[in-house]
């Protein structure tokens, strides 16, 4: 990776998609949706773990170098003129083995409220009134309830990304993350994108928060799901009242564990909405 990398991780529906679109603005950079480096990334765990009768034969330093050489083979000539972001929301459950592959390379992580997570989705949803979307394996027989359950249970859509984010950011490596709260980069983008320069040490680019362009309509139509990946050509903020009975948005209140009296301990920073600006705080 001659021009480095840094992989963008979280939550769903937390900004991941339109931080990748601003970030790519940048002619240095290289910023997409979600890619499928990391199901390839386990592929080839799963090759070389005890289930092949050959893995004996294998040793560290060669798993090491087969799994650094997926990210310059998939990247190819890309990375040799741009910085990568690779965006996937399995990657903090990786994070022991990424700190090994690639020691400079930073996670950034798209956080938001679980409860306003799951309203994001339902709206889509019910956007969607004549669709079944994949996120629920097609299913009809669905209620915001259920949905919520599927989404939210440790291998699902949802809870799967917080269960990985939340080991990650109390583990040895915690150091490599970079939190981003929507809100931030929603109400203050510029300064939201201006201490994320900073802290991955890049000089600053003059990107235009009216136009900011993104889609993949081929890819959420085959989900079911139009419009999963699609965000307004203005960054903004829009206030809203939720859409999800109150009892279910309240029960993930606690699911918010990087505002916990506790995650200072921790030293990650976390860039947050302050009322004016972004404040990088840890």
């Not at 136009?211 to 960054?235: C, K, N, Q, W």
């Amino acid at each position: 990776m001659h021009q480095g990398l840094h992989f963008i991780s979280g939550l769903p529906r937390s900004g991941s998609t339109l931080l990748s679109a601003i970030l790519r603005q940048n002619p240095r950079f290289h910023a997409a949706m979600s890619s499928p480096v990391v199901s390839m990334y386990s592929s080839l765990e799963r090759s070389m773990s005890p289930r092949n009768e050959f893995a004996i034969v294998i040793t560290d330093e060669q798993r090491r170098d087969v799994l650094r050489g997926l990210f310059s083979n998939y990247y190819g000539a890309i990375a040799a003129e741009k910085l990568v972001f690779d965006t996937n929301r399995g990657w903090c459950a990786k994070l022991p083995a990424l700190t090994q592959l690639f020691p400079n390379a930073k996670i950034i992580c798209c956080v938001r409220s679980v409860g306003w997570i799951i309203d994001s989705i339902e709206r889509l949803v019910r956007a969607n009134a004549f669709n079944l979307s994949g996120i629920f394996g097609f299913s009809p027989s669905t209620n915001v309830y259920t949905r919520a359950a599927r989404i939210t249970a440790p291998t699902g859509m949802l809870g799967y990304p917080l269960c990985a984010l939340k080991e990650a950011f109390y583990g040895e490596q915690a150091a490599k993350l970079i939190l981003v709260e929507y809100e931030a980069l929603a109400r203050a983008p510029r300064s939201t994108i201006g201490r994320l320069y900073a802290m991955l040490d890049e000089p600053w680019f003059e990107h235009d928060f009216d136009h900011v362009e993104y889609g993949a309509d081929e890819f959420d139509s085959r989900m079911g799901t139009p419009g999963l990946h699609s965000i307004r050509p203005t960054v903004d903020w829009v206030e809203r009242k939720s859409i999800v009975p109150p009892d279910l948005f309240q029960r993930f209140d606690k699911d918010t564990f990087w505002n916990a009296p506790d995650a200072g301990a921790c030293q990650v920073p976390i860039i947050r909405f302050d009322g004016e600006t972004a404040s990088a705080l840890s």
